[in-house]
């Protein structure tokens, strides 16, 4: 099945960037979306179409796109960020494609 | 205040059948597509069917397509996942979710906590 790669681990100082990218053919015609999932949790969506943030989601989450890439971006990283963290999007059979996931972790 | 609680998740034999169950609150049900989502122990999510407000529409993953059916109860407030020939790979967490349409794809927002189900002899 349709899979989009996303690097296993992240490690990052409190107050620094983290990057984590999502690739795929699709990403290139299709939104991306990042959800957050915390140890224990359910998943929590942080970006939508590419770049927007839904309410109440800091704004140092944010998401960008180029080509067959997109990244999400976590500025002033701090401790509550551990997490793992999903992309998602549609492959070219309709079907709802998540990515291999992130894990964050804060050093 | 949104809310989404699945439950019916338990330890079932392989071959077995089992109901999942998710009520919802907080906003209008039957306008709204919903959609069940999986995580096996340890693993990724992976998307597993969703079905339109009115029921007209449903797609499934390849994986559970013919043994998996969804279905909702508007009136109720109420989705459903019907499993059938259970395998050990369909052990997982199961998470219904909102799904909201864009033209051509769909997100997942917001999820519930989840009920497990574990598919052992």
């Known amino acids: 099945s349709y899979e989009l790669t996303q690097p296993p681990s992240v490690t990052v100082s409190p107050g620094q960037t983290a990057r984590i990218t999502c690739s795929g053919d699709v990403l290139a015609t299709q939104y991306t979306y990042w959800y957050q999932q915390k140890a224990g949790q359910a998943p929590v969506l942080l970006i939508y179409?590419?770049?927007e943030r839904p309410s109440g989601i800091p704004e140092r989450f944010s998401g960008s796109s180029s080509g067959t890439t997109v990244t999400l971006s976590i500025s002033g990283v701090q401790a509550e960020d551990e997490a793992a963290y999903y992309c998602q999007s549609t492959d070219s059979s309709a079907a709802y494609v998540f990515g291999t996931g992130t894990k964050v972790t804060v050093l | 205040q949104v809310q989404l609680v699945e439950s019916g998740g338990a330890l079932v034999k392989p071959g077995g059948s089992l109901r999942l169950s998710c009520a919802v609150s907080g906003f209008n049900f039957g306008d709204n597509y919903m959609s069940w989502i999986r995580q096996a122990p340890g693993k990724g999510l992976e998307w597993v069917s969703y079905?339109?407000?009115?029921?007209?529409?449903?797609d499934y993953a390849a994986s559970v397509k013919g043994r998996f059916t969804i279905s909702r109860d508007n009136a109720e407030n109420s989705l459903y996942l019907q499993m059938n020939s259970l395998r050990a790979e369909d052990t997982a967490v199961y998470y219904c979710?909102?799904?909201?349409?864009?033209?051509?794809?769909?997100?997942?927002?917001?999820w519930g906590p989840g009920t497990q189900v574990t598919v052992s002899s």
């Open positions: 979710a909102r799904m909201v349409n864009t033209v051509t794809t769909g997100y997942f927002d917001p």
């Open positions: 079905i339109s407000s009115g029921a007209t529409y449903r």
């Open positions: 179409k590419d770049t």
